[in-house]
């Protein structure tokens, strides 16, 4: 019991240093979000004064009643809303019998099938989307919601048959061979016994495509003209491009889009630490 | 007498197995092929065709636009910015992301609540990040080059977006910042599974705190190490956002990476053949880096 002394000498003298290290660093690192918060509350007179304030003088929150009208931003939220939700269906969709086969049966070319999924989640989508723009165009999925729902989903895939198929597989085959001498079929089996001890493997996914879709910005800047078909992501670029003397407002609207994926990344952090780094960490 | 049960269950849906596999597979391998594998092979067609506006195939040139691409300096220009991009973000994303760690691997009240804000980064919508980050650099306005005035440490602070290098500066930092919450977090749950025994024994011996990082810390995590560096690599070599959003690849094309140069050739010059030309070469690269990472996942599996 020698070391205890000793360790916590150490630790006495090294915690100033360290909580002292860990505010500067999180001073860093949390500062545009700072600007945010302290852009969104002021009017513009007080965003364009030099020298800029760090604290607005008369704070205000009529900036969240003028964003909705100055801006289309409920239409750019609806759009996000509709691409993320529609992306993460049809992933899981796609996802969950691949996964299941992948987890649990035994076929050729298994290995084959999860290399392809693992290779090309490693692909820029700009490398994809300068061909895909001309088919698209000829499918008139430009300018649709349907494209974007499509290509998320896809792009999302990859991530998604990894971690499930995990998760699949922790699942102890004994359970399914007792359901299977119960009679059970094998629908019914991964219907009633599979997928629900999966459920927090499903969520996470789902979170996670969500999360994709909705930050998701080149395929949005590349298949979207229409002002009415905007994610908030490229409705926002599009705002500054146009309109760069409103930082109050679009503060403020980044703030509202960031709010939904802010609070939904943190229910899903700890799995997929575990998840991208395929088990070489448990998150 | 349970042994004997699984097995007959097992060969009884061995026959029937492999089929059911295949159909399970269909869905998502085709649209793998459709939205991915398709548009890769036409992107390798646009490479070695003479293209319209439109990205159509006019007539076929073979390596020609290789070498029109390849002779120009400023497509090697770009690829060495792309790979210099990569190096310096990922050995910073790496060094700040293990200091982090070191910082959060420390027992304090509100440890947990530090945590959660640094991944905050991570957890925001990279594109309207890159944006906040826009009005931060704002040479008039923005707080940054104020608190650079009034802390002395520059007099004259540049307008960082305006020229190459500044800009080149601000764009990195900014993929820097957006990567290092992960590099942060992996770090810090492979430091956590290293036995605290380890470090007590150490203790006993008087190693100091920078010896247990090198022989203890350092050895325990190498392997998570490997793939999150190699991950983060494919992720900083593929950043669109920080570049396109931050300088647009300007002042003339001045901070572009080979993924911005790409779409611009593409969608703003109208040059698909080029486009698929660099398309391609990245491609290469990122095979590379690919297969080394798809190496360790099945060293994992098996």
């Known amino acids: 019991m020698k070391f205890r002394p000793r360790r916590s000498k150490w630790r006495s003298r090294g915690k100033p240093l360290v909580l002292l290290l860990t505010l500067a660093l999180l001073l860093v690192m949390l500062f545009p979000f700072f600007v945010m918060i302290t852009m969104m509350l002021r009017s513009s007179q007080e965003v364009y004064v030099t020298p800029p304030r760090w604290i607005p003088h ?7 009643a003028l964003v909705w009208s100055q801006y289309l931003l409920a239409g750019y939220f609806k759009s996000s809303a509709i691409i993320a939700i529609g992306a993460s269906a049809l992933n899981m969709l796609l996802s969950i019998p691949a996964a299941y086969a992948i987890a649990r049966l035994r076929f050729k070319g298994r290995q084959v099938a999860l290399y392809l999924f693992l ?3 490693m692909f820029s989508p700009v490398v994809v989307v300068i061909s895909l723009f ?23 895939m990859a991530f998604s048959i990894w971690l499930l198929s995990g998760y699949f597989k922790s699942i102890p085959v004994e359970i399914e061979e007792a359901a ?3 009679g059970a079929t094998r629908w019914q089996t991964v219907i009633q016994v599979i997928l629900p001890i999966a459920a927090p493997g499903l969520v996470t996914t789902t979170i996670y495509t969500f999360i994709a879709a909705w ?4 395929f949005a800047l590349s298949f979207i003209q229409n002002q009415t078909k905007m994610p908030l992501t490229l409705g926002l670029y599009r705002f500054v491009g146009r309109w760069s003397s409103q930082w109050e407002l679009l503060t403020t609207a980044a703030f509202l889009a960031i709010i939904p994926v802010l609070v939904l990344f943190y229910v899903i952090q700890q799995r997929l630490v575990g998840g ?6 448990k998150g | 007498m349970v042994n004997e049960g699984a097995p007959t269950a097992k060969r009884r849906l061995l026959t029937r197995e492999a089929r059911l596999a295949y159909l399970l597979l ?6 793998v092929f459709g939205f991915m594998v398709y548009p890769l092979v036409y992107v390798v067609m646009m490479s070695i065709f003479r293209t319209n506006r439109l990205g159509w195939l006019q007539n076929f040139v073979g390596l020609a636009n290789f070498i029109e691409v390849m002779s120009d300096l400023e497509f090697w220009r770009i690829t060495g910015r792309s790979l210099f991009w990569t190096l310096l973000a990922v050995s910073l994303k790496t060094f700040l992301g293990m200091i982090i760690a070191l910082l959060l691997n420390v027992e304090y009240r509100g440890r947990k609540i530090a945590r959660m804000l640094f991944i905050a980064p991570w957890a925001s919508s990279v594109p309207i990040s890159v944006l ?3 009005w931060v650099y704002n040479p008039q306005f923005g707080l940054l080059n104020h608190t650079l005035r009034i802390t002395g440490i520059s007099a004259n602070p540049p307008i960082w977006l305006g020229y190459p290098i500044s800009g080149f500066i601000a764009a990195i930092w900014v993929d820097i910042w957006i990567g290092v919450p992960f590099m942060a977090l992996v770090f810090l749950s492979g430091m956590q599974s290293i036995p605290d025994e380890l470090y007590e024994s150490a203790d006993l011996d008087g190693v100091t705190g920078f010896q247990k990082f090198i022989y203890i810390t350092l050895p325990s995590i190498v392997r998570i190490l490997q793939i999150s560096t190699l991950l983060s690599a494919l992720w900083t070599f593929n950043d669109f956002n920080s570049i396109y959003i931050l300088t647009g690849g300007g002042p003339v094309n001045t901070t572009d990476i080979l993924i911005t140069s790409i779409y611009k050739n593409a969608f703003v010059y109208a040059r698909f053949d080029r486009a698929a030309v660099m398309a391609v070469i990245t491609f290469f690269i990122l095979t590379a880096l690919s297969v080394v990472y798809a190496r360790h996942y099945f060293k994992e599996e098996s």
């Open chain 1, 58 to 64: 008369a704070p205000t929150l009529r900036n969240f």
């Open chain 1, 119 to 121: 290779v090309v989640q």
């Open chain 1, 134 to 156: 001309k088919t698209f165009a000829r499918l008139n999925l430009l300018d649709s919601y349907i494209g974007l729902i499509v290509i998320n989903a896809v792009f999302s």
């Open chain 1, 180 to 182: 299977f001498i119960d």
């Open chain 1, 215 to 218: 930050n998701e910005f080149l």
């Open chain 1, 276 to 281: 991208l780094t395929g088990g070489a960490v």
């Open chain 2, 26 to 31: 269909l869905p998502a391998v085709v649209c």
């Open chain 2, 132 to 134: 906040l980050w826009s």
